[in-house]
Nanobody
Framework: QVQLVESGGGLVQAGGSLRLSCAAS????????MGWYRQAPGKQRELVAS???????NYADSVKGRFTISRDNAKNTVYLQMNSLKPEDTAVYYC??????????????WGQGTQVTVSS
């Protein structure tokens, strides 16, 4: 089992910045992918960015050049630096981790979500 605790959401004006953090605990040795998803009202949850234990990174096209994902394996923490925020970035942001297949069936865990609101 992996437990996730998120922090860093809030209200910011358009053009501003926020940094999200997500700390994992429990069976952290099994973690492969760490990432962030978001869900806006009335929309499906979508991938924002992900990073593997080998630091392969993937971004949604809508955030490329504005958001940066990073992870500190020693602290079992993933970060999302969000710059040049736009009102359309407003959503609940969820941390996600998934385990490596060498540890058995891949398991996916989710954080509780943190609200990001960008005012125009």
């Amino acid at each position: 089992q992996v437990q996730l605790v998120e922090s860093g959401g809030g209200l910011v004006q358009a053009g501003g910045s926020l940094r999200l953090s997500c700390a994992a605990s429990g069976s952290t040795n099994s973690i492969n992918v760490m990432g962030w998803y978001r869900q806006a009202p009335g929309k499906q949850r979508e991938l924002v960015a992900s990073i593997t234990v080998g630091r392969n990174i993937n971004y949604a096209d809508s955030v490329k050049g504005r958001f940066t994902i990073s992870r500190d394996n020693a602290k079992n923490t993933v970060y999302l630096q969000m710059n040049s925020l736009k009102p359309e970035d407003t959503a609940v942001y969820y941390c996600m981790v998934s385990t490596h297949w060498t540890w058995g069936p891949v398991q996916t865990y989710w954080g509780q979500g943190t609200q990001v609101t960008v005012s125009s």
